[in-house]
């Protein structure tokens, strides 16, 4: 791209080096050597080893499994480049941990996103750059300057280059997401369904009821979170109980704990489609139904364009 990263610096932590290192060469601007390694008994110690002084420095660090390690590594990151006299820090971070604990589900439960953001804010971010956030109210959480990347133009991308959009409805898996499907829904102009997971007695299981007309259609769902992979596998056999014809899902966050992957190379699922925001682990290289997009363009481009004072969310005109 353009000249505008002449003093962007760009900081990886251990979660996701790969993605950092095809943003670096999308800016063409190599990584600062760095280390960012562990203690004997698995303290985090960070030497940031090429001068920062005043340079405008992005650290690419997804809050991703172990979880607590990778946030750990991020704030001292932040830590190290304040005291080395950078002039300003970006968090970048394309998965955001810890959003699914955005509000108090019960009496006497804490909100861990909040507090999140406070200790992100408090190790000395200037900025925050994020992608698909759960819950976009979360960059409220933050008191410095926010960006929320969209996934949606890649997938929009790859889904008109996939399918014949006139024989596709886009599906939420659950209520709570119906914004972000109807959403991408508009921009193909597709169809929406929802799948509403009820019980309707305490000790009966869940009942998947599908609003919306999806029999001979191909069906997609849309989420930002793929987890244990329970809620895609469920929302799949709905949909294909009331006659679509197949079933894909393009998910940003691929999290995948435990057996998901195994779950879903077992499902009827036909394609899961996650983004490189969380590193893939080798079962997801290999799973024959899980395919990566990369989200390098995306975030480089929003990067060039913080360091040069342009526009970012234009980007998603
Ligand atoms: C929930 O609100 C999220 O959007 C996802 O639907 C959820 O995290 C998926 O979790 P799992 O894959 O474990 O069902």
Known sequence: MAAKNGAI???????NPKLAEAIGAYL???LTKAVVRRFADMEVFVEIQENVRGSDVFVVQSTSFPTNDHLMELLIIIDALRRSSASRITAVIPYFGYARQDRKPGPRTPISAKLVANLITTAGADRVMTLDL??????GFFDIPTDNLYASPLMVRDIKE???VGTVTVVSPDVGGVARARGLAKRINAPLAIVDKRRERAGESEVMNVIGDVQGRACILVDDIVDSGGTLVNAAEALLAQDA???YAYITHGV??????ARITASKLKELVITDSIQPTEA??????IRVLSIATLIGEAIGRTASEESVSSLFD
Do not use: C, E, W, Y
Request: hydrophobic residues 45%; without cysteine.
């Open 284 to 289: 997801v290289r290999v799973a024959k139904n």
């Open 256 to 261: 995948l704990s435990g057996g998901a992957v």
């Open 245 to 247: 014809t197949a079933v």
């Open 28 to 30: 063409a601007s190599p």
């Open 134 to 139: 759960h819950a976009g109210q979360i960059q």
């Open 162 to 164: 996939k399918f014949d």
């Open 9 to 15: 610096k760009l900081v990886a932590g251990n979660s």
